[in-house]
């Protein structure tokens, strides 16, 4: 990658994005499963969007890199810049140990998609946006978001430890 190219690693990202943003754009009574599932599938049709630096933290350029980035961001006693210990900044942000509260919540739910396709992964993010047992307001914008996006686009119902 060259100087000035961006980060591919926000694409995904971004498409996840557009994919909410188009969903709550729709009329009310149009915000269903079966719209969002249709708006999920058609997101590789989505234009990139490239940031114009690097993912920091030595993190890849890719979807992976980004959520790596985001969950130490908000989610680990790390440095942003660093992986060492050295980096130690302090204890997990409150966004972040109620977004792994919320996950742990909609995993144990009897209506909880656990498949591991595409569209299952499409379904646990609906799942954020209009659960009843979590305050799914908060995914609708925000830091909450900016998680659930990240974790979105990293295409795995893993949050993995802080």
Not at 14 to 33: G, N
Not at 89 to 112: E, M, N
């Amino acid at each position: 990658m060259g100087y000035g190219t961006g980060s591919t690693g926000y694409t995904s990202a971004s498409r996840v994005k557009l994919v909410i943003d188009e969903f709550f754009a729709r009329p009310l009574e149009s915000q269903t499963s079966a719209v969002f599932a249709s708006i999920w599938s058609s997101r590789a049709s989505i234009p990139d969007v490239s940031l114009p630096y690097l993912i920091g933290g030595g993190e890849p350029n890719n979807s992976s890199g980004w959520w790596s980035y985001v969950k130490r961001l908000h989610g680990s006693t790390y440095n942003t810049s660093t992986r060492s210990a050295g980096g130690v900044l302090g204890l997990p942000s409150p966004a972040w140990t109620q977004f792994v509260a919320d996950r742990a919540t909609l995993a144990a739910l009897s209506t909880h998609v656990s498949g591991t396709t595409d569209s299952d992964h499409g379904r646990r993010v609906y799942e954020f946006l209009v659960s009843t047992s979590i305050n799914s307001k908060k995914y609708h914008s925000g830091v909450y978001r900016e998680l659930l996006e990240a974790w979105a686009a990293r295409g795995s119902s893993d949050i993995g430890s802080s």
